[in-house]
């Protein structure tokens, strides 16, 4: 693991795709949940991923982080072929993801979570030595935790947060260390309307180098956030576009809005 | 899974503090209990100081070892009163004992140390073996290297001497000082054990032990965070094999001899039940579990024959004890503690809330 190379070398890659999908396919037994995906991002690139329940987004997902290895296909990250990485090799190579259910740590506090979002990406991981208040890394956690408004709880046991501080969390954990790349499952699932508009002004001021992958169901924040959309059905992509040319497509809503809009 | 109550720290990156705020920090209770550990020596005769007060810091350090990966990473080993047993058997092999044909009679200032090195690697190889597996598949994988390690020895007459194992290991003369004699053992083990104590209170706070703790809460997570969580967790057993090493080489000193009952499954799960009735959640736990462990076993035959039952029952009491504890506190003897300092403190938050408000109405 300490064989990595640097951040600076792997981004003289220029002219590669953030993320880069290839035929690939996932199968739970008989069930194709994913079928034969090919899509590009570029770096920067804010793309939504759209599609009704079992469309296979949340696999999709799992395949690029590594917690499913695909059942073939290829994928690439930054030009480089990561389809047999474990997830913490793409980790720290710049990829993050937020969960559709929030997936922290209960028995520790805000900031030791997000201390140790961290600390995993970068080196001595394993220290014996324990952080300085003023030490680089502590000072990261704390301005992250800042960043999304959760300073004033940083030292609750995250088991206690209320849903919606818990889902800011989620997102303080994948801002971590240097993210290149964002997957983010359903950020705004089960949060207030105040909460979703500081949701969107969270996603509109990530730093512009920083491309993410969205899964949402609200199109008022899906398509806010993005420049291009990818529609799902069944395992397959079926439609790719800008936000304007896929909310007006007839067939678009007959599938997906169930021609509510039509 | 969560085996331990995971409790509040309200630490990340500590400012330099004091002595007066290190004292206060620590509380009342903590420091007191030190120094009645420090005086016991001018109190007790020597059967309380090494037979029940040092055994129980040794027992208190395999079991501390246990509550590091069971507390912190939420792996339940049972491995590690092999390792503490191999490594008294490696200070028997390469030390000196009545075993003359087999013993190497290195200076104990080689023999220790390879015998901790060599019992730390053997733990981190059963952790290897047995971190891709969670919950009772653990203890399974552990529980059978334990019995591997028991019938082993006690075949295997060529280097274990078998059912006989070593006697007459004496700890060294160093310094002047008979480490064998009463007070100088005591004071030796109470050191150990403290410093293990230290480690493993340090390390939990420290990038190492707060990862652990995450890998115990969310593996996978872990991982999308960039940790290699199967390492994290091997690294572990290393941690806690080594204060499980240290413990067994002061238990082969403590029992002038090791034999393939030191391995056996009896005081393999016997580490788990002190650990488990002391408490996981936290280092001090063990040490609690242990002493009431060696008090019950040293003083059930008496009790047993003054009720008028058969003194060889002593097993049904521990096992009575660890049952009440289990049914009645899931976190332990600490577990019990912690409910009637936080019940104590409530009741007195509300009796002074009672006060203000007859004041008022006065």
Known sequence: MSALPTRDGLAATGSDNALELRGVSRLFGALAALSDITLSVRPGERRAVLGSNGAGKTTLFNCITGDFAPSGGVIRFFGEDVTAFPPQERIRRGLRRTYQISSLFAGLSVIDNVYLACRGVSRNRFSLRRPRRDDTLSQAAQNLVEAVHLTPVKDRLVGELAYGQQRQLEIALALSGAPRFILFDEPAAGLSPTERRDLVHILTSLPAHIGYIIIEHDMDVALRVVESVTMMHNGRIFKEGRPEEIESDPEVQELYLGGAHG | ??????????????????????????????????????????????????????????????????????????????????????????????????????????????????????????????????????????????????????????????????????????????????????????????????????????????????????????????????????????????????????????????????SPGTAGIGPVVDILIIAVVGGLSRPIGPFVGALVYVLLRTFSLDLLTAAGLDGKRYQLVVGAGFLAVVLFSPDGLIGIWRRLRERHRRRSEERAGQMRIGGGQL
């Open chain 2, 1 to 258: 899974m969560a085996i331990a109550e995971p409790r509040p720290v309200t630490y990340s990156g500590r400012p330099r503090e004091g002595l007066g705020e290190l004292l206060a920090r620590q509380g009342t209770a903590f420091w007191v209990v030190v120094a009645l550990l420090l005086v016991m020596p001018a109190i007790l005769n020597p059967f309380w100081l090494v037979q029940i007060l040092a055994y129980s810091l040794i027992l208190g350090m395999v079991a501390l070892s246990l509550m590091f990966l069971g507390g912190y990473g939420g792996i339940v080993s049972l491995v590690q009163m092999t390792v503490a047993a191999f490594a008294a058997y490696l200070v028997a092999i390469f030390g000196d004992s009545a075993i003359a044909q087999i013993s190497l009679k290195w200076p104990w200032w080689t023999a220790v140390p390879v015998a901790i090195v060599l019992a730390t690697l053997f733990g981190t190889l059963s952790g290897a073996l047995s971190v891709r597996t969670e919950g009772i598949y653990t203890i399974m994988i552990t529980l059978a290297i334990a019995s591997a390690f028991y019938y082993l020895c006690l075949q295997n007459y060529t280097i274990f001497n078998g059912f006989s194992g070593f006697n007459g290991v004496v700890p060294p003369v160093f310094l002047g000082v008979d480490w064998g004699e009463t007070i100088p053992f005591y004071y030796l083990t109470l050191v150990c054990a403290a410093l293990a104590y230290w480690a493993v209170v340090y390390c939990s706070r420290a990038p190492f032990g707060l990862a652990l703790q995450g890998t115990r809460d969310n593996p996978r997570r872990m991982a999308a965070l960039g940790f290699d969580v199967v390492a994290h967790r091997i690294a572990a057993y290393t941690f806690a094999s080594v204060i499980a090493a240290f413990a067994g080489v002061l238990l082969v000193w403590y029992q002038r001899q090791v």
